[in-house]
């Protein structure tokens, strides 16, 4: 599947999900998202799931990507929306895998520009990021990233994500 400049609601330009609500098992795999721009979005890359859900997203490649002003650059977020969740203590959820981020420059506007926030049950695994340079809209500021059970594999990247882990 190649996909470029797809509008979702809620003002992503494109994210992958949400997956596994209410409990549901969704699968997506095979996603190739390549040579797009992203101006002035909420959330540029961004796979997210339920906590609850079952399934997979994997084998997911997002590569020469230009954003612009974004917030969330690239995000992962596997605790979505928990907050609404009524069952908190559910531990199942929608396993991540094989996602790689090539070829992406842009600017965030916000002073995270990864977020790698995935489950304490399966984790995301084979995250693999290079060649990424994010910088802050506000010059002289700098951009950072963070991970909660990322595992994979930062080569050359601007914030470093020296987060993520085999
Ligand atoms: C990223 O920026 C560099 C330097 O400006 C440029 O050479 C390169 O083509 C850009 N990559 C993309 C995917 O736009
Ligand atoms: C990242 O992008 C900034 C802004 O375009 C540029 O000044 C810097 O040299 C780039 N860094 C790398 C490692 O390409």
């Not at 992958?16 to 540029?44: I, P, Y």
């Not at 695994?125 to 990424?132: N, P, R, S």
Request: aromatic share 6%.
């Amino acid at each position: 599947m190649e996909i470029c400049l797809i509008s979702l609601p809620f003002g992503h330009v494109f994210s992958v999900g949400s997956l596994g609500k209410k409990g549901t098992c969704q699968t997506v795999e095979h996603v190739h998202v390549s040579n797009c721009n992203f101006k002035g979005a909420d959330n540029g890359m961004r796979i997210k799931t339920w906590p609850g859900g079952c399934g997979y997203a994997r084998n997911i490649k997002f590569e020469h990507i230009v954003l612009t002003n974004t917030k969330n650059p690239i995000i992962i977020d596997q605790d979505y929306e928990n907050v609404q969740n009524e069952d908190k203590k559910q531990t199942s959820e929608v396993q991540i895998s094989g996602v790689t981020y090539r070829y992406v420059n842009g600017t965030c506007n916000s002073e995270t520009a990864i977020i790698l926030n995935c489950g304490a049950g399966a984790g995301c695994t084979d995250i693999f990021m290079d060649l990424v340079n994010i910088t802050s809209t506000s010059s002289g500021s700098n951009v950072l990233a963070s991970c909660n059970n990322a595992h994979g594999v930062a080569a050359s990247t601007s914030p470093p994500v020296s987060c993520l882990s085999l």
